[in-house]
């Protein structure tokens, strides 16, 4: 018996050393190695596609303020350029990169945790040129600068000692402009057009707590000049040059616009005795508005007429000269994501599983309808306040009341986060670092 298994090994060692000689001169790394073009993109009628070269992986870490979720993305080549999302994994666990700023080191079991899913769903001969990218948002960007950079250098010391590929700038937090443009790239690229040149690109409006976001790619030579400073993000991805009308305006997300609309500062809490008063809220309603760590006692407005007009006034007085109002998003295809999404759906405009189509106009009757009904909305006592306020920074982005808004969770069934269009901006960023 023991005589029969030797030849039986020496079977298995040569199949497997064929095994792997393939797979080391497979058309795909040839392919990267000759030309250093981006792994997604194939070179039209190249006559190179073969099984083993149609397939890769990125896998990004959303390091979120609640949590961190790894999304691990098998792609495949196309002619176009642009790739195919074949595959999303993704997994979550609680509680943030932040929970552990003052133990950075007790982060790694997580990291690792999702680490090996990545490493369960991508074939091991794709590791060494597979992205593995870290973004972090909200939660570290509140954490002191130093606490927030050792926790970045131990995950980058794990994501280095790991099989995957690791750029220079693969760890780090990421400032509301790149999510614009990152979350501008998702939709467009779910929407199928960055990989047909003949179609419209779609603008993107994002409403988070703390900042909002608007990023466009202007058609309309006039937004050029008339843009201030800093908004205009020149890239390139899938092989085409993309200059874009981005901005985060921080501060104008919907909480920290609650604040001051109500009149209160960011970051600091009101003296004993003080409250915050509204005529955004009931009259003589009392309530607690919890924003950023703090609590701030807020009261509607006593001998308020019309709280709709009083607080649409507020608003207005709130947003003067903020934000820059751009004529061209009149004519472009808009999605918009979170709290525009959110209040459309408490108010019914929209269906919470698909979304739906909904007018700035629409907004406002719904504003209208909740301040005007406001000693009912027991439940919601904020929601006047957030309606007038979508409504008038629409209007003052450059929306007229017409303008209809597409708002969306998923397009083509997948999920619009930031994520998708980061993988693809540092796959074609680290390709220079490879
Ligand atoms: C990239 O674009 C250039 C110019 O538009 C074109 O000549 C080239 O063939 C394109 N390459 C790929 C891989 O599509
Ligand atoms: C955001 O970060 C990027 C680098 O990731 C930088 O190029 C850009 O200037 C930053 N934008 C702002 C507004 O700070
Ligand atoms: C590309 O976009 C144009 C304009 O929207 C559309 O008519 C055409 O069908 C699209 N082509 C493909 C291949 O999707």
Not at 91 to 100: D, F, M, N, V
Request: glycine residues 8%.
């Amino acid at each position: 018996m023991k005589i029969s298994k030797l030849p039986c090994l020496l079977l298995i060692a040569l199949c497997v050393m064929l095994f792997f000689s393939y797979i080391t001169w497979s058309p795909r790394s040839h392919v990267e190695e000759e030309d250093n073009v981006p792994k997604f993109e194939l070179e039209e009628g190249s006559g190179r596609k073969t099984a083993a070269s149609e397939v890769f992986y990125g896998i990004m870490f959303d390091a979120g303020s609640t949590g961190t979720r790894v999304h691990v993305y098998k792609f495949s080549r196309t002619s176009s350029g642009a790739p195919n999302l074949d595959h999303e994994t993704f997994k979550a666990i609680k509680p943030g990169l932040s929970a552990y700023a003052d133990e950075p080191e007790k982060c790694a079991a997580g990291i690792k945790e999702l680490l090996d899913i990545a490493m369960a769903e991508i074939p091991d001969n794709l590791w060494s040129s597979t992205p593995l990218v870290l973004k972090a948002t909200a939660g570290l960007r509140l954490l002191p600068g130093e606490k927030a950079q050792k926790l970045l250098d131990t995950v980058r010391d794990i994501f280095k000692s790991s099989p995957f590929l690791v750029g220079k700038d693969s760890v780090s937090i990421m400032n509301g402009t790149d999510e614009g443009i990152f979350a501008w790239i998702t939709v467009n690229f779910l929407a199928g057009s960055l990989s047909n040149q003949s179609a419209k690109l779609a603008g993107m409006l994002d409403l988070g707590g703390g900042s909002t976001q608007i990023t466009f790619y202007p058609y309309d030579k006039d937004t050029f000049p008339s843009a201030p400073p800093g908004f205009i993000t020149t890239f390139q991805l899938f092989n085409r040059t993309y200059h874009l009308y981005s901005h985060s305006y921080l501060g104008l997300g919907l909480m920290s616009a609650r604040l001051e609309i109500m009149g209160g500062k960011e970051g600091i809490p009101l003296q004993p005795g003080e409250e915050l008063v509204t005529p955004c809220l009931a009259p003589a309603y009392v309530t607690e508005f919890e924003h950023a760590g703090i609590t701030y006692k807020v009261k509607g407005e006593k001998g308020v007429t019309s709280v709709y007009e009083s607080c649409y006034r507020k608003v207005g007085e709130m947003l003067k000269g903020k934000v820059n109002h751009v004529k061209e998003v009149a004519v472009l295809y808009f999605y918009a994501f979170s709290y525009y999404f959110d209040r459309a759906e408490d108010t019914h405009l929209i269906d919470p599983e698909i979304g739906g189509f909904v007018k700035v106009k629409d907004f406002k009757v719904a504003a209208n309808n909740e301040c005007t009904d406001i000693e009912k909305s027991g439940g919601h006592p904020f929601l006047c306040m957030d309606l007038c306020y979508i409504t008038h920074l629409l209007q003052d982005l450059g929306f007229p009341e017409e303008k209809q808004l597409k708002l969306v969770k998923k397009i083509n069934d997948v999920e619009t986060s930031w994520a998708l269009g980061a993988t693809f901006y540092y796959m074609s960023l680290m390709q220079g670092n490879v």
